[in-house]
């Protein structure tokens, strides 16, 4: 038990100032450069001071100035017209389907949310993700709720100490100083959530965060009902060991869904954001048998079929698995609630040779919409998860392709958002998925454009000394070495960025391979260039800080304090002036590791130039016309091989097209060529890889989908379900007595392009009815002996009986190519709520 009575200060604010609060309560704020400004007119030092945290800024600032404030009448008229925006926001019914409301109540989950730097409950790029998507789905107005963990530490933070070695820390997070609200009932108490742990109960707050139109809800152990180390369980992101890993994924799971049951919030879609949140089906299936008398398969049926997972690691090393005996510990009196005997339950998180329960696993097997985050990593994740489909062609295991995207007004810099109102209209922002309205860049005058960029530049800079000075003040450095910090980088030169988490296959020191080489390229007087890097390697992760401890070394000993600067601590804030005001974004991860990456298009849309290995998201998005790609996706088995060839195309891209480009410049001083590159990357990169559109493709691709499976599953008192897990149990049973009993086609003829294949296949079919299959001919041209390329699917719908439940099924392929053609039969289940052919795992082939 606490040993205080508890009470709460609140800032004194002016009956006209009041609006303010009502402002920084919402994350709204945070993509909105009116409401922002408010703060930074009111006292710009504080507002940095206090990380850009509106509510602490409130209870920070002097009542002096908030009564000077209070009698200005031009800021009084600018916080109503700013006050006005966000209920206008707020009260907009849009909806992508036309209706007042997105009948689709989704509930996403996340182990970590990266929304500001205001709440750091984030480490990286699938929490930066998370954030981008909410906001999304916040504009596009979907019934949408965020279900995440609030953590008391959240992620660490990031000193480096004289020998370049990386520390870490945490700080306490003190959430009643931040824009999140804790839930209380009607009666006013604080709302809690009880999960059965080993031998006790865990209680959890809830809390809730305000993203525009759309509610993160959060659950935090810190509760006196918990015991010291349980208070604990939600204190750090990926901290501890495996055992406090399960214990955060059965919170966010279990208890995440379970606060949304108590909440009485309703939800037919469930979205699962990595396989954090695998054990949140279970649960959402167990209130369901509970609350409408299902039999337990059915709603685990019902959920499966309105479930979505979007996987993001593309290492088998980065799924969560944990021990049989942990799991069985933790889960087996919730599997016996659920009525699923223990090995059953763990035959869901696929128990492998190593007697490991993979979350990911049961998060694929609980959901018919599985995605990867760009077409690369679709293909990646189709070969690692093959095995789970064994009978299925890899082109064909159902993981589809929906590339990340980011929420620009996030990203851009005040002066972007300027420049882009002024040119685009004051509407861009609704229409930031549409190529026509980008297009319009064009016609922004070079000037301008390139004026907006070099501001950014310069603040960069300052920012980036402003910095160095309080590293060094914090290591006790001489007054030199600081001195000598306030001429680190040069405001004019080529600067190229490279921030991202240090883990060895990102590759932080590739650009080091050839010091001799680069010293040249970085100590050219006639056409400077100079490095900035920032990142954070996790704290168990002795590679990725040796990493670190190399860069800051080779600056060192080269006594380049001058080219190189390392800005400690990334973070949203530092990320935000390094996408603004770097001209170059590079990115060397070994390939195909990097799932998608989004930080390279966070500066595009700066008027950043990507330069990159071919993975991820650049792969499919670079077109030699808006930026620069190392390599051609080139994958050699010999690491060190790898890296010498792309360190010399780093090198080579640099001294041959990169530098040159920058510093040709016209007699007025511009790099009209390189203007002309930042335009193409601005409207090729912009008008696609948003999350405005990533979230419109989730929608129509998934969520509305899922949402029409519940409506029609639902109907009539669930028949509809009860009817479909019969029709599911009678194909189990009756479709391994399918048999071929014969194919027929012309095998002499050579056919020309153009040509139609005839096919003719007889099936018998025992107790099932032609509807009960579709039977495809899977053909195309034969690559190697056991495989297709360029392959197609054409089903064969004409259907004709012989009596005696044989049927026979016939059709045309078209002749679309010459050479060595081949096809397969493919026979499997098929009923309108099946997603795709390989749902139920069965199939035939001839």
């Known amino acids: 038990m606490s040993l205080f009575q508890q009470y709460r200060v609140i800032p004194s604010i002016p009956p006209d100032l009041e609006p303010l609060l009502e402002i920084a309560q919402n994350l709204w704020l945070t993509w909105n450069p009116d409401a922002v400004k408010l703060f930074l007119r009111m006292e710009a030092d504080l507002w940095e001071q206090t990380h850009h945290n509106p509510v602490r800024m409130l209870g920070e600032i002097s009542q002096q100035r908030l009564d000077d404030l209070s009698r200005d009448e031009s800021f009084i008229m600018e916080v109503t017209r700013v006050r006005e925006q966000l209920r206008n926001y707020l009260e ?472 190189i600067a390392f800005i400690e601590d990334y973070d949203i804030n530092v990320a935000r002036y390094l996408v603004q005001g770097v001209d170059v974004w590079l990115n060397n991860p070994l390939r195909p590791k990097e799932a998608c990456g989004t930080s390279g298009m966070k500066a595009a849309c700066n008027g950043v130039l990507n330069f990159s290995v071919l993975d991820g998201w650049w792969e499919e998005a670079y077109d030699h016309h808006n930026g620069w790609a190392i390599g051609n996706g080139e994958v050699y088995e010999d690491r060190d091989y790898q890296d010498e060839v792309e360190s010399r195309a780093i090198y080579a891209l640099l001294e041959n097209d990169i530098i040159p480009l920058f510093y040709t410049r016209g007699s007025d001083g511009l790099p009209r060529e390189w203007i002309k590159t930042m335009k193409n990357s601005i409207i090729s990169i912009a008008s696609h890889y948003n999350t405005h559109r990533m979230v419109k493709q989730y929608f129509y691709s998934f969520y509305e989908k899922a949402h029409s499976a519940f409506t029609t599953m639902q109907a009539d008192n669930f028949q509809a379900l009860k009817d479909f897990k019969l029709w599911q149990e009678e194909i189990r049973k009756e479709f391994p007595a399918i048999r071929i009993r014969d194919l027929r086609f012309d095998n002499r003829r050579v056919y020309k392009i153009n040509d139609r294949l005839e096919i003719s296949v007889k099936l018998f079919l025992a107790d099932l009815e032609p509807n009960d299959i579709r039977l495809d001919v899977y053909h195309g041209a034969i690559a190697a002996e056991e495989e297709l390329a360029s392959s197609a699917i054409t089903r064969l719908e004409k259907v004709e009986s012989d009596g005696n439940k044989n049927w026979v099924f016939s059709g045309e392929i078209p002749c679309l190519q010459t050479g060595n053609q081949g096809f397969r039969i493919r026979i499997t289940p098929d009923h309108p709520l099946l997603v795709n052919p390989y749902e139920m795992n069965l199939v035939l082939w001839s």
């Open 92 to 563: 907009t019914a849009r909806s992508l389907n036309g209706q007042k409301e997105c009948p689709c109540s989704i509930a996403y989950f996340s182990a970590e949310f990266g929304l500001t730097d205001t709440i750091p409950i984030y480490s990286g790029g699938l929490g930066i993700l998370s954030g981008d998507h909410v906001k999304s789905a916040s504009d596009l107005n979907l019934n949408f709720r965020g279900v995440g963990l609030l953590y008391q530490h959240g992620y660490f933070q990031q000193y480096l100490n004289q020998d370049g070695w990386q520390q870490d820390f945490y700080q306490k997070n003190d959430f009643h100083n931040m824009p999140v609200h804790e839930i209380r009932d009607s009666e006013g108490h604080p709302v809690e959530i009880e999960i059965p742990f080993p031998g006790r109960s865990l209680f959890l707050k809830a809390w809730r965060i305000e993203v525009g139109r759309v509610t993160i809800y959060m659950l935090d152990s810190n509760t006196d009902k918990n015991s010291i180390q349980d208070r604990h369980l939600t204190a750090q992101l990926y901290g501890g060991n495996h055992e406090t890993r399960l214990q955060q994924e059965i919170i966010l799971g279990i208890g995440g869904m379970r606060m949304l049951n108590q909440l009485k919030i309703p939800i037919n879609v469930l979205h699962m954001n990595e396989g954090h949140s695998a054990l949140a089906p279970f649960e959402r299936a167990r209130w369901l048998k509970e609350e409408n008398g299902l039999k337990t398969h059915e709603a685990l049926e019902l959920v499966r079929k309105t479930s979505v997972f979007t996987t993001h690691t593309p290492v088998q090393a980065g799924h969560d698995e944990f021990p049989r005996d942990l799991v069985t510990l933790y889960l087996e009196p919730f599997a016996t609630e659920l009525e699923i005997p223990l090995e059953e339950f763990l035959t869901y998180g696929g128990i492998n040779h190593d007697n490991k329960f993979s979350m990911t696993v049961a998060a694929v097997r609980n959901a018919s919409h599985v995605n990867g985050v760009s077409k690369l990593h679709a293909e990646v994740s189709r070969k690692m998860w093959h095995y789970l489909w064994p009978e299925t062609p890899r082109e064909h295991v159902p993981i589809v392709a929906l590339t990340n995207g980011i929420h620009i007004p996030s990203w851009i810099s005040f002066e972007m958002n300027d420049l882009l109102e002024r040119y685009l209209g004051v509407n861009w922002r609704e229409k930031q998925d549409y190529l026509d309205s980008w297009e319009k860049v064009q016609i922004i005058p070079d000037p301008e454009i390139w004026n907006v960029h070099e501001i950014r530049r310069r603040r960069l800079i300052a920012f980036i000394r402003h910095r160095l000075r309080k590293q060094l003040e914090a290591k006790g450095a001489s007054q030199l070495q600081i001195n000598e910090s306030q001429e680190a980088l040069n405001p004019e030169a080529l600067t190229v960025g490279f921030a991202r988490r240090f883990a060895s296959y990102k590759r932080g020191n590739l650009i080091f391979k050839d010091m001799d080489r680069l010293m040249n390229i970085l100590t050219d007087q006639s056409r400077p260039i100079q490095l900035v890097f920032a990142g954070k390697a996790h704290p168990q992760d002795q590679g990725g800080k040796e990493l670190i401890q190399k860069i800051i070394n080779i600056r060192n000993k080269y006594n380049l304090q001058r080219q």
